[in-house]
């Protein structure tokens, strides 16, 4: 069964400020079945597994930690107080000092002089939403967002400021930049701040050096214990991956994990490795591999044929390899994402609890030439396995590739029981066809669809997001994990993986759940 979800939204400015500990009382209840919890301005939006959670028993415990007179389990631990140095010398400066009749001097004392209040992290990871900026410094966003913020940049945008840990795109007002990150994956604790800390800035004088982005962290031994694979050509974009990073939304950490879900568990069942064992992720061309210790491989998804040395390996199948042996890939043209797992899994060096690869968040990176991944553990009876292979509907002969149409169901989204009516009428009459997908999101051409700005919040993969240019996209594994824009409607989990291994030109159809059935 495919996760399920709720959002808890307070109904008064106090209830709201006791967010983000709720998420954290809640992350540490020990309830079984929570995925992650995520608080935003106004809401706490809440991950389960329904098979092991049910939705009353989470609105009940909800209940008994924010009623009136109950434990006071949702204040959390007291605010903490945060200072952080700041070299005012952004890009903006001079234009916000024009904008709002002050002077630069006037606009670094009055922002420094305000304490703020962690809201939320998201967007990146680390990125923290603060409030309130002072009234005269409340400017719109630039009219045209830069494509790439430096990291560590501080920035306001109406009565929000934030810290751009990592470079991004943006449209906020630079105003400085911070002399100590907010983010690094290789600190002990990697996240300078949490939601509900008080933060105040603190101006140093004259000039100071840029502090240099964080450095990506390896998400594998660099010398395994039991060599398996060396990458003799990386390929376009190889990515280790597992099933993803749960529990950690608060911190603005995508969830990332396999694109198509479906094609990589398949790849572990083949060879009977654990649900979350870590495989490779590949897209577009394939790598070339040396197998350097006796195993056995399998290889699903689509886009990429796989052959051992020039001998082609069936579609979702798997096969015995010994050391010598060369991994190869052949375009297909009949997907995009293809998943090559070994025996037992990868070799990882987890971060908070998952290897997948988050490239935004500084985790992990792509395969490069030279690079040399290991066993999780020694094959048992490396010489000896018995070749297994499964057949989904595209492998069978005569099955509908190029050209085929995907049709994807679309539910309501937690804690509504319909789409709005219009959005459904314009989403379903089409036609629309996939421009592009990359691991945020997936987007269309077609005709528009009612969209706007909300309050950010939180939101799960398979989100269709509409923003006021009213072009649609379905928000996929590395999307933000806080979206300010319109999310009328989801796709169902079970349609994903038809998505995700659509090519551009594929014509989509949207129609209501509950008039398709696959």
Known sequence: MANAALYHRPDSEAGQLALPGLAEALLASGLPGLIDAVPAYESLYVEYDPDALSGETLRDWLADHTVPGAADASAGPPARQVEVPVCYDGEDLPDVAERTGLSPEEVVRLHSGTPYRVRALGFVAGFPFMEPTPEPLRLPRRASPRAAVPPHSVAVANAQTGIYPVTAPG??????????????????????LRPGDEVRFVPVPGKADPLPPPSPRLLWPEQPHTPALRVRKAGVLGLLMDRGRTGQGRFGLVRSGALDAQAAAIANDLLGNAPDAALLELHLTGPVLEVLGAGAVACTGRG???EVNGDPLPPYSSRAVGPGDVLTFRPDGQGRVTYLAVSGGFETRPFLGSA????????????????????????????????????????????AQRGEVVRLRLLPVAGEETIPPEVLAALCAGPFRLLDLDRMAARFSGPAVPGGEIRSEACPVGTVQVPPSGVPLVLLNDKGTLGGYSRPAR???????????A??????????????TV
Do not use: M
């Open 171 to 192: 449209g906020w007002n630079l105003l400085g930049r911070t002399l100590v990150p907010v983010y690094d994956p290789h600190r002990a604790e990697p996240f300078l």
């Open 304 to 306: 990429l044929r796989a």
């Open 356 to 399: 997948s690869t988050d490239l935004k968040g500084g985790l992990g990176r792509t395969l490069r030439a030279g690079d040399v991944l290991g066993y999780a553990q020694p094959p048992e009876s490396p010489g000896f396995h018995v070749a297994r292979q499964f057949a989904p509907y595209w492998t069978a002969p005569g099955s």
């Open 491 to 501: 796709v169902h989990p079970g349609d994903l993986p038809r998505l995700v291994q």
């Open 503 to 516: 090519l551009p030109g594929t014509e989509v159809a949207f129609v209501p759940g509950d008039l398709l």
